[in-house]
């Protein structure tokens, strides 16, 4: 409860709301033959945000492999929870949560770009703390490598795969409106 007490720009209402949309055993039905996502359930089903961030608090290095292999609903409420440690005082010298981050953005690009602006927003700032912060995690350059090159290579996939979702819909916008013209 301190840690996420403790968490900047964060109220306790906006907490109170995501909790009430915590997955259901629905959302977890879409992956039911994946072995990987079968352990998330496991670990993740029922948890609120503020218990997701305490196993994260626990063991970040255990829990972040199943934010990649959660269904989308999933993992759209409880990367929250991973990004609210990973900017938290109590995941300081955690070297293996904070790289293990990148690796979630190179998996879950995608999925990053289909959520809401607000969380997109979230992994940019995580990103960019990330970037600046490698002692502060611990982490070692020859072990992790450079955290801010790596915050920036996953800052290019997002950005420019943002831009190639843009450009889709643009042209899908401009063939629908041709078709309309035709007729």
């Known amino acids: ?18 909790d009430m949309n915590i997955p259901t055993e629905h959302d977890w039905t879409h992956h039911l033959n994946d072995l990987d996502a079968a352990w998330a359930k496991k670990n993740f089903l029922g948890k609120t945000r503020e218990q997701a961030v305490e196993m994260f608090a626990e063991n970040a290095l255990i829990y972040q492999e199943d934010i990649m292999f959660m269904p989308e609903p999933c993992f759209r409420f409880y990367v929250h929870a991973y990004i609210d440690y990973l900017m938290s005082d109590q995941s300081k010298g955690d070297s293996d949560g904070a ?17 809401p602006s607000e969380l997109r927003t979230r992994f940019e700032v995580l990103l960019r703390r990330l970037a600046e912060r490698q002692a502060w995690y611990d982490a070692e ?43």
Not at 4 to 14: D, E, G, H, I, Q
Not at 103 to 112: A, C, H, P
Request: hydrophobic share 35%; proline share 3%; charged share 30%.
């Open 1 to 18: 409860m301190a840690l996420y007490a403790s968490l900047p720009n964060l109220s306790r209402s906006v907490r109170h709301k995501r």
């Open 141 to 183: 350059p020859d072990i992790y490598g450079q955290l801010k090159e790596r915050s920036e290579a996953c800052l290019r996939t997002i950005g420019e795969s943002n831009k190639a979702l843009q450009h889709t819909s643009l042209r899908a916008a401009a063939e629908g409106q041709r078709a309309v013209n035709l007729k």
């Open 99 to 115: 790289s293990c981050f990148f690796g979630i953005v190179e998996v879950r690009k995608d999925d990053i770009l289909r959520t």
